[in-house]
């Protein structure tokens, strides 16, 4: 899960509609659906650009009681569902969630892919400098646990 670590302005939140047959969890990691459909959000993959974070998810317009929603096959006719999230062109810093354990570099500044749009990679590491930059810009393993690091996504929409 990506939890932003400031305060969110309503303003600074824009909406989408959840492509077909898609699962989707508060503290994803987004990006447009495949072509054609790319006016519609999908969970990001471990190489695609991030467009944003989700922070609420909407069904018919109101925040139903869950934190994840699987949509049907008709999503993108009906957007029954939708999702709020953050644009990464808001200067936001992120605690994420590795995993497994920080060890070696990745527990240093350095550059880390998803492993899951909730997640990152541990073991794709690559050091700032002489690295190569990928997703996230990872600030160092979070002073409350080693599953966690601190920082900003670095290859956005």
Known sequence: MFRPLKYIAENDLKSATI???QAITLGDAIQPAATGHNQFVTPATTSGLILGVVVSILQNGKVPEVSTVTVGSDNETTAKY??????????MEFEADLDAAATGDNNAICFLTLATAATLNHSTASNLFGGTPSQFLSFGVSSFSTTKVRGRFYQTL
């Not at 939708?82 to 200067?91: D, G, W």
């Open 19 to 21: 492509a077909n047959s």
């Open 82 to 91: 939708t999702v709020r999230y953050i644009p990464l062109f808001v200067p």
